[in-house]
């Protein structure tokens, strides 16, 4: 059953924590995502990558870090240095090398900053 | 950087009635335009996928317009129905692999 999980689907947070948050594909995908989802508000586009071993800043990357050291993985870590992280977050592949292929999407992870 | 807005943000409709929502662009330079459905709390399920060489695309009752001169497509859903209740968002795809996302449209079909 191929498809895109995100892991956990609820996450709190303390002030000053670094938390990580999981998304596995296994579609042989070559690009990933990760997008930002504010109420009201389109979806912001963090981190992506076209193939392992690299990943390009999106237009909020502020705060976040990503690794791609396996195709099928893209784990974005929120760090402290993020003021306002409470969003929900979204996760995407596509298969497409060149251009923008059709994505698709996670279930999300909500994070909450207590 | 392109620019994308979904007019209305939110429509109510009776059951049967056709919807059409809309999305218009700022850069008619995309490499192909994506539409989404997204139900509360759930990620994105992708309905549409236009390439920037197509005029339209067809699934079932979803027929969606690509107008790259003026910077326009258009979703309409045939004969709604309460399970077409749900937000749609509209994707604008360019060269260097980035989505610009519209804040979508929220449609209630009323039973």
Known sequence: DGGITQSPKYLFRKEGQNVTLSCEQNLNHDAMYWYRQDPGQGLRLIYYSQIVNDFQKGDIAEGYSVSREKKESFPLTVTSAQKNPTAFYLCASSKSHTGGGEQFFGPGTRLTVL | ?111
């Open chain 2, 1 to 111: 950087k392109q620019e994308v807005t979904q007019i209305p943000a939110a429509l109510s409709v009776p059951e049967g009635e056709n919807l059409v929502l809309n999305c218009s662009f700022t850069d008619s330079a995309i490499y192909n335009l994506q539409w989404f459905r997204q139900d509360p709390g759930k990620g994105l399920t992708s309905l549409l996928l236009i390439q920037s060489s197509q005029r339209e695309q067809t699934s079932g009752r979803l027929n969606a317009s690509l107008d790259k001169s003026s910077g326009r497509s258009t979703l309409y859903i045939a004969a709604s129905q309460p399970g077409d209740s749900a937000t749609y968002l509209c994707a604008v795809g360019s060269n260097d692999y980035k989505l610009s996302f519209g804040a979508g449209t929220t449609v209630t079909v009323r039973a």
